[in-house]
């Protein structure tokens, strides 16, 4: 069962507009957000986070957005370079420790 | 400081076999996770070990084990290999954050494919 999902797989922006990503979740006890970035034949690399008591987190050209009540997370990107081309995975926190739930992954392709 | 680091990188069995793969933290790192990356189902978490402990368990078989070691190296070792066990196996350890709130630094992975 698919506890956190992202329901689109690939994305195409052009250079210097906004990406947004998508990430859905079922689960209201998640506490914890966060978005990775994963390039091929590397493993994820942390991007940005965001604690439920929170609905906005910004870092640089990178924001993300909680909405508990509609339990949906977003990532904007702003603007999108070239060098943000790769797949790009949700995770959720449940409880102590470190075990994190992830989606599927969105791949973006930003357009020069 | 050194990233993670997964052995091997890549590993070929056949079915019935039974595999060990290794993950080496960051230096000071205490928390070592495994996950499981196949295509179309993201990331399945298997287990997290935290000094020499399992601290939480995903919903795979029994088949599947793992240890950590006092330097916080971890193995993890799958029985009985199925075809479906094919996949990109990654580790993540983190250092304690604020509140729990920990970031996880993930290895390349170990690309496991079962004949």
């Known amino acids: 069962d698919q506890q956190v999902k992202q329901n689109s797989p690939s994305l195409s922006v052009q250079e210097g507009r906004i990406s947004i990503l998508n990430c859905d979740y079922t689960?209201?006890?998640?506490?914890?957000f966060l978005w990775y970035k994963k390039y091929p034949a590397e493993g994820p690399t942390f991007l940005i986070s965001?604690?439920?008591?929170?609905d906005k987190n910004e870092d640089g050209r990178f924001t993300v957005f909680l909405n508990k009540s509609a339990k949906h997370l977003s990532l904007h990107i702003v603007p999108s370079q070239p060098g943000d081309s790769a797949v790009y995975f949700c995770?959720?926190?449940?409880?102590?420790?470190?075990?994190?739930?992830f989606g599927t992954g969105t791949s973006l392709t930003v357009i020069p | 400081k050194a990233g993670v680091t997964q052995t091997p990188r890549y590993l070929i069995k056949t079915r019935g076999q039974q595999v060990t793969l290794s993950c080496s933290p960051i230096s000071g790192h205490r928390s070592v996770s495994w996950y499981q990356q196949t295509p179309g189902q993201g990331l399945q978490f298997l287990f997290e070990?935290?000094?020499?402990?399992?601290?939480n368990k995903g919903n795979f078989p029994g088949r599947f084990s793992g240890r950590q070691f006092s330097n916080s190296r971890s193995e993890m070792n799958v029985s009985t290999l199925e075809l479906g066990d094919s996949a990109l196996y990654l580790c993540?350890?983190?250092?304690?954050?604020?509140?729990?709130?920990?970031?996880?630094?993930f290895g390349p992975g170990t690309r496991l494919t079962v004949l």
């Open positions: 965001i604690s439920s008591i929170k």
């Open positions: 995770a959720a926190k449940l409880g102590v420790g470190n075990q994190f739930y």
């Open positions: 689960n209201s006890m998640f506490d914890y």
């Open positions: 070990y935290f000094s020499e402990t399992q601290r």
């Open positions: 993540a350890s983190s250092v304690p954050g604020l509140a729990g709130r920990d970031t996880q630094y």
